[in-house]
DNA sequence: CTGTTAGCGCATTCAG
DNA sequence: CTGAATGCGCTAACAG
């Protein structure tokens, strides 16, 4: 583990700066030259020392990504697409300029957040792309903001992915030291500005509805999400949007067929379990995201129901299982590789940044075998006890 | 991102190597000394520089975790209980000492892996943690071999969980230039050496299909995964060592009912299909994993063949969604979560190594539902056309 | 307990 | 096109 540039350079017979050179490929040097330094580095097996490249050039090659659980595919999708974006840069291999997109799981909890963000800014991190959904919290919403704007200013392109944009900085409490750069032309979207590319969770969600309600469904249960997700609040606004604006007395009832979970399958299970004791009548549930759906499905059917003829269930996110599950799963479509991508070139600089830094990408109603019309009495065949 | 270690120090009236050390923390430094120094680094807001730290310190605290599909369940669940056993090790935030556990996706590529490995190498990682099966490549696998020895000669902690243990140098190719070190007591298990952490993948294959052997089945499916990955490879050779010991004929036709796809649900759909065309009578078929598994049971219900009535499934793994699918799964569990903690606690150093540097952790039948006796006639009643 | 002194390995000037 | 010199920000001996 001792082999340095110098090594190399003695044994090409070239001085360190020359191997430099070469290393990087972004001088010219002679092609003899290079070929001896490329042949030394193989003999040596040399393999360049990150951290001092990184101290000398004031830039590490670091790109961090954010996601909630690693475990959910929602996550997996949109990282695997942004690590996909650091390869396709020309080369294959660990050229030189290849980024390292390295993925964080924090586990939905701004602590961890907050520490990875840290972590990440201590190691210089090129960029760090922030997926999901936000929490809201009063304290730790604006020291994230803080930090992810302090990140960006010191050359760490930002990208939020699937999550709202950053609240204008406005009456920062007290850590206001500096008085704010005069706003440059926002339209530009500067480099030094966090990015942002959201989803359309409010009108997925609105459509969603609307397709239940079109098809005559009266009375639906919503099993959301965390409360303190602006996800889950995007969504579960979308759908009370839609209910009120079919009929304003459909809102009355919304409060008790709502349950909120995490975005997990036993949360689709036990709430599904909890909306069927609230309102036995009800002929749809909502859930959170395709994975709480499931669970959803689940529920009901150990209950004797059948999806769809005695209730209709749909999801949101149409991730890969959802098109063959049984039945086809109705379900919001979002672009998730897509994103990913794009935020994956937005982090690497290799995309212009969209007009006022963010971009709504659409989320598009996808329906499938899990929903139809409700039975014509109303009351499921086999109920429950 | 300007404020260095001198800036606080000068704040704080103190030298730059006190600062470095209360920051540190392994260092004796006076109490109002080190107060004053900690209310610097916060109204400087001072974060420490990464790169110059991992520089001077010869050693960086980044933990690379190499998966091959981190939208897989199976990856994300050890690959997050690797990273949540780097920050329990005392203190929650970004202290000192606290370790950046980045997961990296290879995507299966035997390519990728070692870029990645290379990029890890570059950031002189304190410790690389491999989860999953390895792809056996006449020209790759000896080369990933030889770099996993070199990071761990070089200081790097080197981990394979879920994948077999590094074959003996041997006779290596040609770049066998040092001479070999003399093989120290490796029943010690020397800290520079990889450390494995490996699944029973055998054991638990012949397990599960005596299970089927014993419930009466004769001819038995089997989606396998990509042929070239030693996962495959072991689950494979226990599933037909079981079916020897029951009788040596059984093997005859194990190749016709033999299909390979990869670790995904479509492959799971179409090997079901194919089988069904090759082998109309199976009773049973195994799924390389619980994802396949599931589009085993896809396929046969759309076939109008009823599990387990008309034909039993099982996958491997037991990931969380196999217990409440429907009808719930039988499959082999295997400790997922508690391998990556160990697996986690191998990398840094905290666990002693197992004897002889490899630990094989047990694979367990979990016999549900998905499977029962065949059919009495052995025919499904409403087969395929 | 604390300050001083040297590098860590590399990317850049700046001269040739 | 190439070499010599300088410093990135920090840690690790050494002295006090």
Redesign the interface.
């Known amino acids: ?1 001792a082999v340095t540039l110098a090594d190399v350079a003695a044994r090409a017979g070239v001085s360190a700066a020359t191997v430099s050179r070469v290393l990087s490929g972004n001088y010219p040097v002679a092609g003899g030259t290079r070929t001896r330094v490329l042949r030394a580095v193989e003999e040596l ?1 040399y ?6 490249s ?2 000398a050039a004031a830039s ?1 090659d ?1 790109v ?1 990504v954010l996601v909630h ?5 929602f ?3 949109i ?2 697409a942004v ?1 996909s974006e650091m ?1 396709s840069g020309g080369e ?3 050229g030189p300029g ?1 980024k ?6 924090t ?1 939905g909890s701004p ?2 957040e ?3 963000l ?7 991190a090129a960029a760090v792309v922030l997926t999901g959904g936000a929490v809201e919290h009063p304290e730790h919403s604006p020291a994230i903001a803080l930090r992810l704007r ?1 990140l960006a ?3 760490t392109r930002v990208v939020l992915c699937g999550r709202p944009p950053l609240p204008e900085p406005g009456t920062a409490p007290e850590t206001a030291a500096r008085p704010a750069a005069p706003a440059r032309n926002r339209a530009g979207g500067d480099a030094d500005e966090p990015l942002t590319i959201a989803f359309d969770n409010r009108g997925g969600a609105r459509r969603l509805t609307e397709h239940l309600l079109a098809l005559g469904h009266r009375t639906i249960g919503y099993v959301a999400g965390p409360a303190e997700r602006t996800t889950t609040r995007d969504r579960l606004e979308g759908h009370r949007r839609a209910l009120h604006e079919h009929s304003p007395g459909l809102l009355a009832d919304a409060d008790r067929l709502t349950v909120h979970g995490a975005y997990d ?1 036993s949360s689709g ?1 036990d709430g599904a379990l909890e909306l069927l004791r609230r309102a036995p009548e009800v002929t749809a549930v909502l859930g959170a995201n395709d994975t709480v759906a ?2 959803i499905c ?1 529920a009901l ?1 150990e209950q004797g129901l059948r999806i769809p003829e005695d209730v209709s269930v749909a999801g949101f996110d149409d991730l ?2 959802s098109a ?1 599950a ?1 039945p086809a799963m109705t379900t919001v479509r979002l672009p998730l590789h897509q994103a990913g991508v794009r935020a994956g070139r937005l982090a690497l600089g290799r995309e212009a940044p969209p007009p006022g830094g963010v971009a709504t990408v659409r989320a598009e109603l996808t329906a499938r075998a899990s929903t139809a019309p409700p039975r014509a009495g109303g009351t499921p065949a086999g109920g429950p006890g």
Chains 1, 2 share one sequence.
């Open positions: 583990m097996e393999v360049v020392n990150g951290p001092a990184a101290l590490s670091l961090g659980d690693i475990a959910d595919p996550f997996g999708i990282a695997s690590q390869e294959r291999g660990p290849r390292l997109a390295v993925v964080c799981n586990g602590e961890q907050l520490t990875y840290t972590l990440l800014q201590r190691q210089r302090r200013a010191g050359g399958r299970y499931l669970g689940a059917r890969p299982f063959d049984a």
